[in-house]
């Protein structure tokens, strides 16, 4: 027990210190990397002075003519020696001292002017990158081919295409940066992962952590882990109590960390994403049945336990054989459950995926995916905690109990399964759940005389099952797709009066299959286009549909895109090839495209509520 509380203190104050760290004052770009490039003595010579704690990285660095015709420089000049620093290979020094020889310039250029780049990219200790830069210097020769002037331009983000305007520079000043674009929160996330110290990193990590624990990839292993500790807790096993019940969840939370860990690796060194190919049909189905089976033994037709063989074993080796056993089972619960039941794309996921990929340090990657996870399985340890204090004494209660868990598991089931069934058919099962439950509980029976207040208190949650229960019903016979909302299909559309170019009932998604039927789309686009990456199995697509793609001002904004989807379900070669193309390990993710051309900066992970999701569309689409 307090080994487990030093760990959560331990991690909570890295946390601390981690964004302590990250609200340094960072310097702005102009500040970090100062650039200038004048003539002297035949040469003209360029610096790049380096703010404190500031650094490039090498094969960032290059130098070019742009203008009359784009001409590469770095392999006739002499750069300063880099070093190795965080495992890149970077320049530190205060100063980035490069001369180019006039007369190289001369043989190469026709005309008497010319524009020389200079790109660069880099970090700063403190825990941020920068994108990367460009800073342009136009030059003129006069008509003996003497260098004249140096005229500094515009300061700009390499992927930018609109240059903002600069105020009037006198030669062989550094000029002003240009406005720059926002940083995707994927890249943040792979620049502090690049750039930060190791405590940094695991306290933002576990902060993520927490943040999505209030998502839906984490509540249906809420149940789960209540009904393992319920079962653990029965006649002829050992007392529950506050610590048992904090220990068995921290084996639930440390076997899913771990899950989550091994598939965040193997997804970032081989692009092979473990949970989202474990979505498929034939294993949601073989997990549902798994959970159909557990609901039945929980209603007492039978008891799942180990092989009589194996707890013969156990029992030699300890005395404490029985819980042994249980808490093999609770760790496998927990590992599958992370695998099966909470597949989850959140940029924090995408961004330790993203860095591994890119770098191979699966070391530092799966440390901080370890983290996030454990900080996921907060909520879960405070249900164990919980669940262990105020369980009662075992007795006739537990009867109860383990039915109520038992239609709990059976919802989980259908949960599992809706992400690969018409969602009416969905409807009809949560219908049949809860009209059954009702039934069970004595909706149809009438009240006897002298009945006891918990009696009342049963019938009445009855009645409302059989309610719920009748509205899942009539929704599916309505064509309803969405348990939350029943009697969507007669409801009057809220969005009719938005836009009269859209459905009646939503926005309206071209799917595209493959990269070929995708790129043609957007080319034959005359407007803004936005690409959805869904599929049935994403809980947190499901959230979007249902939320913010519902909203009012979502949809008329979103009427000035093409709007495109991209259904990942099935998994498929043409499935991944898409993944692939964009590094996404998966849904949901919104791309946007102006004029052919892919915004890169405002790729958007995982689930946006409708007031952040605004902003960004108002920005994409120039409005």
């Known amino acids: 027990m307090k080994q487990i509380l030093f760990l959560l203190l331990f991690s909570i104050s890295s946390l601390l210190a981690g964004f302590k760290m990250m609200n340094q004052d960072i310097l702005g770009p102009d500040e970090a990397f100062q650039v200038d490039a004048h003539k002297k003595d035949g040469l003209i010579q360029t610096k790049i002075k380096l703010g404190d704690k500031i650094y490039v990285y090498d094969d960032k660095l290059k130098y070019k003519i742009v203008k009359p015709k784009e001409i590469d420089l770095d392999k006739e000049i002499k750069r300063p020696k880099p070093e190795k620093f965080h495992d890149f290979i970077v320049h530190r020094n205060k100063e980035i001292d490069v001369d180019i020889p006039l007369d190289l310039i001369r043989k190469k250029v026709d005309g008497d002017t010319f524009t020389l780049a200079i790109e660069y990219q880099g970090c700063s200790e403190k825990g941020l990158c920068y994108q990367p830069l460009k800073k342009e210097f136009t030059f003129k020769l006069d008509k003996a081919g003497i260098l004249k002037t140096a005229t500094p331009q515009k300061s700009e983000t390499v992927q930018k295409e609109e240059r903002t305007k600069l105020a009037n520079v006198t030669p062989e000043q550094d000029s002003t940066s240009a406005a720059q674009e926002p940083i995707s929160e994927e890249d943040r996330i792979v620049n502090t992962l690049k750039g930060g110290s190791i405590w940094t990193i695991l306290g933002l990590f576990f902060g993520f952590g927490l943040l999505l624990s209030l998502t839906p990839c984490i509540f249906p292993m809420i149940p789960i882990l209540s009904s393992i500790i319920v079962s653990q807790s029965g006649e002829g096993k050992a007392k529950m109590s506050m610590g048992r019940g904090l220990f068995l969840s921290s084996v639930y939370v440390f ?54 063989a194996l707890q013969s074993k156990l029992t030699k080796t300890s005395d404490q054989a029985q819980n042994k056993g249980g808490l093999m089972g609770v760790a496998v619960m927990g590992f599958l459950s992370a695998l099966i039941v909470g597949p989850c794309v959140a940029p924090a996921l995408a961004g330790a995926l993203v860095y591994i990929g890119q770098t191979g340090d699966a070391l530092l990657g799966g440390a901080a995916l370890f983290v996030m996870s454990l900080g996921m399985g907060v909520p879960l340890l405070i249900v164990g905690a919980g669940a262990g204090k105020f369980m009662p004494k075992p007795g006739g209660w537990m009867t109860l109990v383990s039915q109520i868990f038992g239609v709990v598991m059976l919802g989980i089931a259908i949960w599992m399964i809706q992400r690969i069934i018409p969602g009416y058919v969905t409807l009809f099962l949560w219908a049949m759940l809860f009209i059954g439950s009702a039934v069970y509980m004595g909706v149809l029976e009438p009240f006897k005389e002298g009945t006891r207040g918990e009696k009342k208190l049963i019938k009445v949650l009855a009645v409302i099952l059989l309610v719920t229960g009748i509205l899942e019903l009539i929704g599916a016979f309505t064509g309803a797709t969405d348990p939350l909302d029943p009697l969507e299909k007669l409801k009057p559309s809220p969005i009719a009066t938005t836009n009269a170019s859209l459905p009646a009932r939503g926005l309206s998604f071209k799917i595209v299959k493959n990269i070929d039927e995708l790129d043609k789309a957007i080319a034959q686009s005359d407007k803004p286009v936005m690409l959805d990456f869904s599929a049935d199995w994403c809980s947190a697509c499901k959230e979007l549909e249902h939320n913010t793609f519902k909203d009012p001002e979502v949809i008329k904004l979103l009427s000035g895109f093409t709007l495109l989807r991209a259904d990942v379900t099935q998994n498929s070669d043409e499935d991944k090839a898409l993944l692939k193309r964009y590094n996404l390990f998966g849904p949901p993710a919104m791309l946007f495209y102006k004029n052919g051309k892919m915004l890169k900066n405002y790729k958007t992970i995982g689930y946006k509520p409708p007031e952040k999701f605004i902003p960004i569309l108002k920005k994409t689409s120039g409005k």
């Open 255 to 308: 076997a899913m960390a771990i899950a989550y860990t091994i598939a965040g690796v193997f997804a970032g060194l081989f692009g092979a994403n473990i949970q989202t190919a474990l979505q498929n049909p034939w294993v949601l189905s073989i997990f549902a049945l798994i959970f159909v089976a557990l609901a039945f033994s929980m209603f007492g037709y039978y008891e799942i336990q180990l092989p009589q």
